[in-house]
T-cell receptor
Framework: GAVVSQHPSRVICKSGTSVKIECRSLDFQATTMFWYRQFPKQSLMLMATSNEGSKATYEQGVEKDKFLINHASLTLSTLTVTSAHPEDSSFYIC?????????????FGNGTRLTVT | AQSVAQPEDQVNVAEGNPLTVKCTYSVSGNPYLFWYVQYPNRGLQFLLKYITGDNLVKGSYGFEAEFNKSQTSFHLKKPSALVSDSALYFCAVFGGYQKVTFGTGTKLQVIP
């Protein structure tokens, strides 16, 4: 089945530094990938839609200068949390679908636990 | 606008007993419904989907879901719960490629 790899699974960084999270579709091409943020005991919040070869589409309230998204190829999207602060600590998950059809399920990476100290 | 509701934050069930995790939805047009499971510190895993056809959908790990159009529900079920089924379950409705709405999640606790 379709596999999405997310790296790193866990990262701890100091306040003010930047962290890059990678999301790869291993066995299919994904023209669109999605980035979510999940708070403890809460559902997934869509942060942005990453489109290969073009700018990402951010959801309302998400700072695009803080959460930089790059989708340079059909199999790789990256999320960079710039100048991280403790409030950015969260679980970040990416997803992708091999088809744009409505009946195609999203396939998710295993998530990245970011802790900012 | 589409929406999904999971009315229970947590469901407790004894091992070996049947389990049900509830989901109701609201969409305009035909619903495309999905269930996902999330284990601690992991991403979401696809369980099953309803697009069209039989109202009873079978999925991974022995799970199934029943689509009920009149009640706008898509409850997840399993005849006999396992301790390893303990996880967080999300119902989702897809209303187009970039219109995915997740429920708030239900924590399933299977008690040995």
């Amino acid at each position: 089945g379709a596999v999405v790899s997310q790296h790193p699974s866990r990262v701890i960084c100091k306040s003010g530094t930047s962290v890059k999270i990678e999301c790869r579709s291993l066995d299919f091409q994904a023209t669109t990938m999605f980035w979510y943020r999940q708070f403890p005991k809460q559902s997934l919040m869509l942060m942005a839609t990453s489109n290969e070869g073009s700018k990402a589409t951010y959801e309302q309230g998400v700072e695009k200068d803080k959460f930089l998204i790059n989708h340079a190829s059909l199999t790789l999207s990256t999320l960079t949390v710039t100048s991280a602060h403790p409030e950015d600590s969260s679980f970040y998950i990416c997803s992708a679908s091999w088809s744009q059809g409505e009946d195609s399920p999203l396939h998710f990476g295993n998530g990245t636990r970011l802790t900012v100290t | 606008a589409q929406s999904v509701a999971q009315p229970e934050d947590q469901v407790n069930v004894a091992e070996g007993n049947p389990l049900t995790v509830k989901c109701t939805y609201s969409v305009s047009g035909n619903p495309y419904l999905f269930w996902y499971v999330q284990y601690p510190n992991r991403g979401l895993q696809f369980l099953l989907k309803y697009i069209t056809g039989d109202n009873l959908v079978k999925g991974s790990y022995g799970f199934e879901a029943e689509f009920n159009k009149s009640q706008t529900s898509f409850h997840l079920k399993k005849p006999s719960a396992l301790v390893s089924d303990s996880a967080l379950y999300f119902c989702a409705v897809f209303g187009g490629y970039q219109k995915v709405t997740f429920g708030t999640g239900t924590k399933l606790q299977v008690i040995p």
